[in-house]
């Protein structure tokens, strides 16, 4: 059984960075790919990146590239969310979900929540002016 435990959030102030981790194990497939979220109060839940296994190709949407930076560690089979200049718009629930279907793609695609097979508990981003 696939599984993902996200850490690494918590309080920092605005200008300030955090790096979040996503701990995956159980894949069976060669493929997959892992994708951060995040959903503020009242907000829908929206995608921000994804880096694919195979090849690690990332994908970052328009309004977050530059600021933010994925990447994956194979021997700790973790991938993490660097996120600089903060402010307290990016106060959210930040969640790594996994699609591990077959021939998924890192790509604009996967931003959309509801395609991903797995998701983790989320952990919680608060940034205070």
């Known amino acids: 059984e696939v599984q993902l435990v996200e850490s690494g959030g918590g309080l920092v102030q605005a200008g300030g960075s955090l790096r979040l981790s996503c701990a995956a194990s159980?894949?069976?497939?060669?493929?997959?790919?892992i994708v951060w979220f995040r959903q503020a109060p009242g907000k829908e839940r929206e995608g921000l990146s994804c880096?694919?296994?195979?090849?690690?190709?990332?994908y970052y949407v328009d309004s977050e590239k530059g600021r933010l930076t994925i990447s994956r560690d194979n021997t700790e089979n973790t991938v993490y969310l660097q996120m600089n200049s903060l402010t307290p718009e990016d106060t959210a629930v930040y969640y790594c979900?996994?699609?591990?279907?077959?021939?998924?793609?890192?790509?604009?695609?996967?931003?959309?929540?509801?395609?991903?097979?797995?998701w983790g508990q989320g952990t919680q981003v608060t940034v205070s002016s």
């Open positions: 979900a996994a699609d591990v279907n077959w021939g998924t793609t890192c790509d604009a695609g996967a931003m959309a929540p509801g395609i991903q097979d797995y």
């Open positions: 159980g894949f069976t497939r060669p493929d997959y790919v």
């Open positions: 880096i694919r296994h195979s090849d690690s190709s990332t």
